[in-house]
């Protein structure tokens, strides 16, 4: 569309601009302040790479030390806090494709923490170490619950997007208008600045938010295969 722009714009005379050492440092200010923009939203991306896993392994040591207090005391009753833990374990998976909300998982999280408890304090002895690890593995998912939220609910600086859409309105603007001898270099020019800029503003756009499963347009999210691997095994 732009290139077809410029043609027409060239074919009526209307350019007006001329390409100097300013229209390049315009260029290059753009380029910075994608990469500014891209750098930051892509901290949040690395760190949310890692919750799924973390999240499987809580849910997996919470089995393996649930089992535990079953081979200390034979008779404890403790395949309610399992069947509850799966159950989380499925939540979490629905909730991250948000199928439910998040006061949904929030209520899965405390009835499983109830059942928990109540395995727990069927070890007898000095449980404070198993108790303690139990607990904070429940602490643990219920941090990275809320963490993803944050995430979900946070953007990058919306001045700094602002300012970013509006400098590569303004760099296009002075592509189209800008004065060529050549029309096919100046559109072949055109047409990649435009893309490699229009390509990091949706980039930016859809990894800021690295848990969007539900937008089928979303092409950058972090992968849950291994919490539902985890899942299907608890």
Known sequence: MLCGIKVAVHVLG????????????????????????????????KESEKIPGELATSLHTLKLEIQAIQVYHPEAQVAAALEAVA??????????????????????????HGEVVNAAVQFKGDASTLRGRLMQDMAMILFKINRVQTIRDTTFVPLVYWMADIAAVLLFGGLV?????????????????????????????????????????????????????AVDRL
């Open 14 to 45: 209307l350019e007006r601009i001329s390409v100097n050492q300013l229209f390049s440092a315009m260029v290059a200010s753009t380029v910075f302040l994608l990469g500014f923009l891209l750098s930051g939203v892509l901290t949040d991306f």
């Open 177 to 229: 208008l800008s004065r060529a001898d050549n029309i096919a270099e100046s559109v072949f020019f055109l047409a990649v600045i435009s893309f490699i800029v229009i390509l990091l503003l949706r980039l930016i756009d859809d990894i800021d938010n690295p848990f969007d499963f539900s937008d089928l347009d979303s092409a950058e999210d972090v992968s849950i295969k291994l919490l539902e691997h």
């Open 87 to 112: 159950g989380l374990g499925h939540s979490l998976v629905d909730w991250f494709m948000e199928r439910i909300t998040t006061e949904q998982i929030l209520l899965c999280h405390e009835r499983a």
